[in-house]
């Protein structure tokens, strides 16, 4: 058992994962922005939603669930992560949608749609963090996208056809690119991300604020969801200067102050199983060291 560890139940990813570590960073609000806005353009998809829930009125709390959602399946134990994955499962299976182009009618857990959900997720997750300057091998990358096939089986995907690593997740998105478009549910979308309603006196701190971590989000788009959206791309350099500024700026809030955010599922889990299992950094580069040591061994 690893220092500072007791024998709780670690849930369904463990302290050794590098989910463990990397959803824990502060980076993952915006890349969870970024998820937004990519799925909005899977047509189906983003229809799904607006068909089917109060996104208009109740678009923060949408965004506040997924956020809880992620946290319990991976700081939570085994039996809240399965709970909250039967309950997304029992949601999606009473609904459907209308195709747009066509009019057919398809169930919600379609295996296409939620395939599409997690590898945007997932992409948007991945892609944040790393570039903002997260310290991500390639083999923890790969791990990371492995290691989330298990939140596509508890949204109802067999993980069998879920890309297991980085270069099979890019090529899910070169197959599905042809079916992507900007519809007016995908506007809708785009129209609530970069101006939330917000009461009158916080309209200029929406801009302030909001305003730029949504700006942020969207630029760290790939280039054809620029333009599928109908803006010009920004120049991926200054993307990438502004996405490691904010990471940095976000990286100095004390962990445990940005922990004591409800619903508080890391703060839980640290202690359930103990102090040597807080998510850091230095965790990771000491796994990468070990895994780059048993490589070095294996070598002829």
Known sequence: MARGRTAGDPGLYGPDSVTWQTHGDPMMWIAGIRALYLQALHPLAVRGVTQN???RQ?????????????ATITYGTTEEAERAGARVRGIHRRLTVTDPGTGARHRVDDPDLLLWVHCAEIDSYLHVVRRSGFPLTDAQADAYVAENRESARL???????VPADTARLAAYFKEVRPALAHTPEAGEVDAFLRR?????????????LWGRVAALAYAALPPYAHEL????????????????AAGRALRRIPPTLRWQLPPKHILRAVERLGPGTRPSVYTLRHNAAILDNRDASRAP
């Open 155 to 161: 949204v109802g995907l067999d993980p069998a056809r």
């Open 196 to 208: 939330p309603p917000v009461h009158p006196l916080l309209v200029p701190a929406r801009a302030a």
């Open 229 to 244: 959206y109908g803006r010009p791309a920004p120049d991926p350099d200054v993307v990438t200067r502004r996405l490691r």
């Open 53 to 55: 829930s109060d996104f």
């Open 58 to 70: 109740d678009a923060w709390g949408r965004l506040l669930r997924t956020a809880r959602f992620v």
